[in-house]
């Protein structure tokens, strides 16, 4: 006598996919990128308008933020640091309102504590109106620096400058008073085993064409010849110096800057940049204060920052049936899953995703029997490049899916696709059972 219809029946797993963004906000002008978020300290600033504007320096008081990208880094990691000028203690200095996207903020973060020094901090070019007289609104500035010294490190906002290009290119730099600033951050560096603790320091963030910036370094070889160059992204410019690393391994010297597209600059030893036996990049900003001529027009564009976002091809997942009493392998695909960051900034983004139990009228299916081969594509063109996440169990603890790293400009367009594996007990009652796989976008 064959098996009862009840038992002979084949059946399908449905798993039910939920996708919830995490939105990258932040009050003010700019986003901030996802990182660990510093107390918001107050300091006695002396800021100094454009002489054109005709009133005397501003004493103020500016509220300033310092978010990390890690606060329990090893010796020769790259932290990436985030100023936020929550409140400046400059306003507009004119009667004429100021258009958007005309200030371009720069700065620096102080260190403390295990390790000392100075990170060069720059803002992109964005910012809402700004009527006659009106306060600045909040921006928000970004650097690296690396880790050198195990121990407890501080870090505390510093000085900073606005730059507007609005008919005339002006300078607004703002200094503490009785430096260091406040503590607004602390971060816990560990001992490591790091190939390249060489660190470089600016001093300024940012210059007219034709300018010199002092580069200050250390960890280098004792000795040894080392490059100083401007960079544009990850491209080096034409700007180029050299220097000598005294017995110590530290040097100073000065890189005179022309090229405007200039991001950052490195220093390394060698014919060429070599990140093992290189520092950098420090952020770096160069005014563009071209002169217009007699008769002519200054054009400016400019390119607005996006977000970072997701969109999936569906919200269900049907799984294939197996036999009760046999089990195994239940599988699908993920439904592809569209990554776009218009950011523009130095923050890279990881896609993961975890799931719930698999339940049905017979019980339910550990979600740690769910298993994902992860697959992702960069959309030519793109700063960045997605990584897939490594196959293997999803789970209620989650793994990653895809994702890209930091770096000088990141962003792009990617498609992430995966596939899905629940492996099913053998005598799991009959009937329909589901779970929930949810992605978060950070």
């Not at 040894?224 to 040097?251: E, I, W």
Request: net charge neutral.
């Amino acid at each position: 006598m064959g098996p009862t219809p009840r038992r002979a029946r084949r059946w399908r797993w449905a798993s039910l996919l939920g996708a919830t963004a995490l939105a990258v906000t932040a009050g003010g002008a700019l986003a901030c990128p996802a990182g660990a978020a510093g107390t918001d300290v107050d300091f006695a600033t002396h800021c100094i308008p454009p002489a054109v504007a005709g009133i005397p320096p501003i004493d103020g008081t500016t509220t300033g933020n310092v978010t990390v990208d890690n606060t329990s880094p090893k010796v020769g990691d790259t932290v990436t640091v985030t100023y936020t000028v929550v409140k400046a203690a400059a306003s507009n200095p004119t009667d004429l309102a100021l258009p958007a996207d005309i200030m371009t903020p720069t700065g620096k973060v102080t260190l403390g504590g295990a390790q000392s020094g100075a990170v060069t901090v720059a803002g992109p070019k964005k910012n809402p109106p700004v009527p006659g007289k009106a306060a600045f609104p909040s921006f928000s500035m970004t650097g690296t620096f690396t880790v050198t010294k195990a121990g407890q490190i501080t870090l505390s906002p510093g000085d900073y400058n606005i730059h507007t290009s609005y008919i005339l290119e002006l300078d607004t730099p703002c200094t503490v008073i009785t430096p260091p600033a406040p503590v607004s951050q602390t971060i816990t560096a560990t001992d490591g085993t790091p190939a390249n603790t060489r660190a470089i320091s600016l001093g300024s963030a940012s210059g007219d064409p034709g300018a010199g910036v002092t580069v200050s370094g250390s960890n280098f070889t004792p000795g040894a010849t080392v490059t100083l160059a401007g960079r544009a992204g990850g491209t080096q410019t034409a700007d180029t110096a050299t220097v000598t690393a005294n017995a110590q391994g530290s040097f100073s010297g000065t890189l005179v800057v022309h090229d405007k597209a200039t991001t950052g600059i490195v220093a390394y030893e060698g014919g060429s940049w070599n990140p093992d036996k290189g520092a950098g990049p420090a952020a770096y900003v160069v005014n563009d204060n071209t002169p217009v001529p007699a008769g002519g027009q200054k054009l400016t564009t400019t390119v607005k920052a996006g977000t970072l976002s997701m969109s999936q091809a569906g919200d269900s997942v049907a799984l294939s049936g197996v036999d009760f009493g046999q089990g195994g392998a239940s599988t699908g695909s993920l439904n592809t899953v569209t990554v776009k960051d218009f950011r523009g900034g130095p923050a890279g983004w990881s896609l993961t995703g975890k799931v719930t139990d698999f339940t049905g009228p017979g019980g339910r299916i550990d979600a740690g029997r769910l298993s994902w081969t992860p697959a992702c594509a960069t959309r030519p063109g793109s700063p960045s490049t997605c990584k897939a996440g490594s196959a293997g169990t999803v789970g209620s603890a989650g793994a990653t899916l895809a994702s890209t790293s930091d770096g000088t400009l990141t962003g792009g367009e990617f498609t992430v696709d995966a596939g899905l594996s629940l492996d099913v007990p053998a005598f799991t009652p009959p009937g329909a059972y589901s779970g929930v796989l949810t992605l978060t976008l950070t």
